[in-house]
């Protein structure tokens, strides 16, 4: 799932039901917002506000997170839904396959806003039990079903009656609106389950190593789309009401609840087939099939990309992508059936910009590689889907780079996640990318871009260390072993360092388990051909140097080039301690020496001067790549509160920033920054376009090529 990070979205406050069956409302289905709880009563439409002042100053303490007992487990679900698009209700009939490990008088679900009208057992070959009671945890989001006599071990089926409601919370089984092209509105019937609401939908085991196989059939209006996470099968009339359908679809593979979808609604597509034969749609609002195809085109590039970099091929017979009207997140990698914000996926060809267009490709390329790395091996709980996400947003912009390589794309990778998660893991309130989850509630709390951004940084950073070819053969190795299963962030250090030989477990720990990142202090000494490097970590903090005796350190993989090939890396190590020295053979007294060549290493450097100075007629000449002329002012705008003598760190930024062609506008920018003392406002020159010094500069700026700059954020900022 792609969260749209930064951005605060708005839901409907209040909720409009009109019941029209009593059973539906059997319990008090709770909203529970900032300042109000709404309740709904039994068999009305009665509202109750309650503020905040009823409430005494102490919570009660939360009972702790037990998960699913394993003595019932599912091993497929025939699912049958009815939406009412009218009255925004449903009705659902689950037959569910499953295996008693151990013999119980009960089974215990998840489920949530949902009434159970009738459930029994059918044991295989024998008599259907009929469950004597229905008890709803709603705190735990659990109903346990009991059974008048012990289920024995074996096979059986699990029949259960429902009701729900089409819910206006933009999660689980809820209502979209659109207006159709004559400004009529009308809503749609859509899905939104990651991480835990597909208990909205249906009862269910939903927890994501809880993995069945699903039978899905929808009963819709003949005159609405209706898709599912499979192919179609059957489409026939429906024997009680002449004014619907029913639509059946493919058994699907064995997948986690999370990854189910439906959508019902009216919809125009245009399609297309992959070279390696799978069936591509875009899905767009009615009369606008025109705006999905750039990321049809995307999509249809990607698939084959992914199949060849993983070795194994897409395992579903067809995909769709489809536009949602009321989407809270930027889209969600649904197996076969992706859902998209609008932004995230429509082009207007006549008048979308080009970042638009980068946007589109890149959520693209995030949600298909998922349909691999999350879907076909899912993460075991949800404490390790840091690494579904950094993974999807570091192969994202590889994928992209592949498909369009005029974007420039990794540019802008280190110009927008890179720098930004450097910017805030040095913060003191940051957190580690990998923080045990207990309760799937926590999930919401890490996930910001700590969890994507730094994660995508240092799974790029693992990717130039352990080189591309042993990456792909240990990637297909991880999924070969775990497709249609689960696994933790260890199994893949575990494939990874066998396709290697490296130690990539003990490496990556160092950068998972521990919150921020070191500052790599550089000097150097010549010694006839021969150049000696002195390399020392220690940890970097925006308020200033790190304090206390137990300093951490990180197993940090450095690499370094010179002004012989300033694009090729010329010497690898491994910095597993706090100092050490490196000799690099043959590199004469004129040649410049770049750590960190391209930019990827998670870490700040901080050069001596003399090296410094050796540097800039790489700048001047440009034959230090734009990437590198960005990280080098970055580290260097990132260091500058740190210094004792700020006027000594103003000169060495002067020489750096001197191969700029607009030195009025880059003496305001210096002036501002020396200013302030806030890394962030130092790091964002967006906020340095903003400033009263320097905004009257802007078109200045908007002159600058991107290669006559030190970095993108001269140029970029303005664009």
Not at 377 to 396: C, D, K, Q, R, Y
Not at 515 to 539: H, T
Not at 622 to 642: A, C, E, I
Request: aromatic share 10%.
């Amino acid at each position: 799932m792609l969260l749209v990070l930064g951005r605060r979205v708005s839901l409907s406050f209040v909720k409009r039901v009109n019941p029209q069956d009593p059973v539906l409302f059997s319990k008090p289905i709770l909203l529970n917002f900032r300042t109000n709880i709404f309740r709904v009563i039994h068999s009305s439409t009665v509202f109750a506000s309650v503020t905040r002042s009823n409430y005494t100053d102490t919570m009660p303490e939360r009972r702790p997170f037990v998960r699913l007992p394993t003595d019932v487990y599912p091993v497929n679900y025939g699912l049958s839904l009815k939406p009412d698009l009218i009255d925004f209700t449903f009705e659902g009939k689950l037959e569910a396959i499953v295996e008693v490990t151990l013999a119980t008088n009960q089974i215990v679900m998840n489920c949530a806003d949902i009434d159970i009208i009738t459930a029994s057992f059918v044991p295989e070959g024998a008599e259907e039990i009929n469950a004597t009671g229905f008890n709803y945890q709603n705190e735990d989001e659990k109903v346990t079903l009991s059974f008048p006599s012990a289920l024995q071990k074996g096979s059986g089926t699990l029949k259960i009656d429902f009701v729900g409601e089409l819910n206006d919370k933009m999660k689980g089984f809820y209502r979209s609106k659109y207006a159709n092209p004559s400004g009529e509105i009308r809503y749609a019937a859509v899905t939104q389950f990651e991480a835990t609401d597909a208990r909205r939908a249906f009862p269910c085991w939903d927890e994501p190593a809880i993995k069945a196989t699903f039978d899905i059939s929808l009963i819709v209006p003949k005159d609405r789309v209706a898709l599912s996470n499979m192919n179609v099968l059957d489409r026939k009339p429906y024997p009680e009401d002449d004014s619907l359908v029913e639509v059946k679809f493919a058994t699907t593979p064995i997948m986690s609840t999370y990854l189910v979808a439906f959508v019902i609604g009216e919809y125009d597509f245009v399609e297309a087939q992959s070279s390696d034969g799978v069936t591509v749609r875009v899905y767009t609002p009615t009369g606008k099939a025109e705006q999905g195809k750039f990321a049809l085109e995307v999509a249809v590039k990607t698939l084959p990309f992914y199949k060849d970099y993983f070795s194994v091929p897409y395992p579903l017979p067809k995909i769709d992508l489809i536009a949602i009207a009321d989407f809270a997140a930027g889209a969600m990698e649904n197996w076969g059936l992706v859902t998209y914000r609008e932004t995230a996926l429509l082009i207007d060809p006549r008048n979308s910009c080009s970042s638009s267009r980068q946007w589109v490709a890149l959520v693209v390329g995030h949600e298909l590689a998922h349909q691999w790395f999350g879907n076909l091996v899912t993460m075991e709980w949800w404490t390790h889907l840091w690494l579904n996400e950094g993974f999807a947003s570091w192969i994202e912009y590889l994928c992209v780079d592949h498909c369009f390589p005029e974007y420039d794309i990794w540019t802008q990778f280190v110009s927008a996640d890179y720098t930004r998660a450097l910017d805030l893991d040095a913060l003191d309130n940051s957190h580690p990318i990998e923080v045990n989850v207990g309760h799937p509630s926590e999930v919401d709390e890490i996930f910001d871009a700590i969890s994507y951004s730094k994660g995508a940084s240092v799974i790029r950073m693992l990717h130039n260390y352990i080189g591309d070819e042993d990456f792909r053969k240990g990637m297909h190795s991880y999924l070969l072993k775990f497709q249609h299963k689960n696994a933790a962030t260890e199994d893949l250090w575990d494939c990874l360092e066998q396709a290697s030989g490296k130690p990539i477990a003990q490496v990556m720990s160092s950068w998972t388990k521990q919150m921020g990142f070191p500052i790599i202090v550089v000097n150097q000494e010549q010694q006839g051909d021969d150049r000696i490097l002195k390399i020392s970590q220690k940890k970097f903090c925006a308020s200033g140097p790190h304090e206390g005796e137990d300093c951490p350190n990180w197993m940090v993989p450095v690499s370094i080039c010179t002004s012989e090939d300033p694009g090729c890396t010329k010497l690898k190590v491994l910095l597993d301690s706090p100092e050490t020295t490196i000799t690099i053979n043959n590199v004469s007294p004129d040649q410049w020496v770049k750590i960190n060549p391209g930019t990827v290493g998670f870490y700040r450097i901080q050069y001596s001067s003399a090296m410094l100075e050796s540097l800039l007629p790489g700048v001047r000449d440009l034959t230090l790549l734009p990437v590198d002329r960005l990280g080098l002012q970055n580290d260097l705008f990132s260091l500058l509160h740190k210094q004792a003598d700020m006027q000594e760190e103003k000169n060495r930024i002067e020489r750096v920033l001197g191969a700029i062609s607009a030195p009025d506008l880059i003496q305001k920018v210096l002036t501002f920054a020396l200013s302030v003392t806030s890394l962030a406002v130092i790091s964002d020159l967006h906020n340095v376009c903003c400033h009263e010094d320097v905004k009257d500069e802007t078109n200045a700026a908007r002159e600058l090529p991107l290669h006559c700059s030190v970095g993108l954020p001269f140029y970029a900022v303005v664009s």
